[in-house]
């Protein structure tokens, strides 16, 4: 569950060179706006529902592996602690719980949207 893989950090990278131009503006010094437009044009784009589609699958391998341990614990494997069960059993509750307010998040977002006049 590699948290590396769903972030982006040249879009990191470019928030930061637009953040520094800024500044460099506001003090009265111009910033060259080639770094600044190299910096936007250096991230890639990122496909929400490749990044959607990442998370549930992660969700999904945590309950999975979660299930695991709790089957191989009460089959009486000595490799597997009840501590370790319940551990992987919160994350996995957690994960979801989180994927659940995402959706509802979403859900909400979604409906805002749709009753908005044009």
């Known amino acids: 569950m590699a948290v590396d893989s769903v972030i982006d950090t040249s879009k990191i990278e470019a928030m930061v060179a637009q953040l520094k131009a800024a500044a460099a503006r506001a003090q009265g010094a111009v910033a060259p706006v080639e770094s600044v437009v190299k910096a936007e044009k250096a991230a890639p784009r990122v496909d929400f529902s490749?990044?959607?589609?990442?998370?549930?699958?992660?969700v999904n391998d945590s309950q999975q592996?979660?299930?695991k341990m709790s089957q191989a614990f009460a089959l009486g494997d000595d490799n597997v602690n009840l501590s370790d069960v319940m551990i992987a059993s919160q994350k996995a509750s957690i994960s979801f719980q989180t994927s659940i307010q995402v959706r509802n998040k979403l859900v909400s977002a979604y409906r805002d949207i749709m009753t908005m006049q044009v």
Do not use: S
């Not at 490749?50 to 992660?58: M, N, S, T, Y």
């Open 50 to 58: 490749e990044v959607l589609k990442g998370a549930i699958d992660q």
């Open 65 to 67: 592996q979660a299930a």
